[in-house]
């Protein structure tokens, strides 16, 4: 089975960090407004200030003023944080509700060749039994279609919120949709770069009515069995392909 990957042109994560700080905004508008607001404060402040007060306010200052303009913190990037999109319980599955996944694998792949294959979405049918297809809209959303009670199908459109190459991927159901699920999967450099520790976080909240008490019955018995099953395919196909370009 043939695996795709994407093209080498994806950025690295040492480039990504010159893009223009509008294409990798994660300030929300609010939080933007504070942040100049606090920025020509501390600005303000340095004029009246001596030589070695001015140099650190006009530093702080300088740095919150950027943050305001941008709309880029480099801490909420570490972090995986994102407020500059819509985050409301309508695209996300709330506190203490649907079922939850938490996993991790050793891969003897570099994440980098993990990535690339993830990030190509319809490869994933290939890891999970349950996804039928996934069909890319444009770079952050796509078309899911998984197959549910008695082979009946369920679609629903996701979209990556969240994204540092090469290292995470988060994404999430977007908002009118009837299935509602999010998840995020790291790639970390094993010990001495021998190969990834592939850590996927999933959670799914069925609709309601019978269909979804259906959908919520068949995989809240084997959603942890099937997720698990799915990482270990991602290994072997990974690892094979590995072996099949050494």
């Not at 004029?47 to 801490?75: D, H, K, Q, W």
């Not at 994440?111 to 990030?119: E, H, L, T």
Request: net charge neutral.
């Amino acid at each position: 089975m043939k695996v795709r990957t994407l093209e080498p042109t994806i950025e690295r994560p040492e480039a990504m960090r010159h893009k223009a700080p509008s294409q990798i905004a994660n300030v929300g508008p609010i939080g933007r407004l504070l942040t100049g607001l606090a920025g020509g404060i501390l600005l303000g402040l340095a004029g009246r200030r001596n030589s070695a007060e001015t140099i650190g306010l006009s530093v702080a200052g300088g740095g919150l003023i950027f943050r305001a303009l941008s709309g880029y913190c480099p801490g909420y990037q570490v972090m995986s944080v994102d407020h500059a999109h819509d985050h409301s319980s309508a695209v996300a599955v709330p506190a203490q509700h649907g079922h939850k996944f938490d996993g991790d694998i050793k891969i003897h792949r570099s994440p980098d060749d993990i990535y690339r294959f993830w990030r190509q979405l319809e490869n994933l049918p290939q890891v999970f039994e349950h996804i039928k297809r996934v069909e890319p809209i444009d770079e952050r959303r796509s078309k899911w279609t998984a197959v549910g009670p008695l082979g009946k199908e369920i679609s629903w459109e996701a979209e990556i919120f969240s994204e540092k190459p090469y290292e995470m991927i988060a994404w999430r159901s977007v908002k009118g949709s009837t299935f509602k699920t999010a998840g995020s999967i790291h790639f970390e450099p094993g010990v001495a770069n021998t190969g990834t520790i592939v850590r996927l976080s999933l959670k799914y909240n069925p609709p309601g009515g019978k269909v979804g008490t259906a959908i919520g019955e068949l995989l809240g018995d084997d959603f942890d069995n099937e997720v698990n099953s799915g990482l270990k395919k991602l290994k072997e196909l990974m690892e094979a392909e590995n072996v099949a370009n050494a």
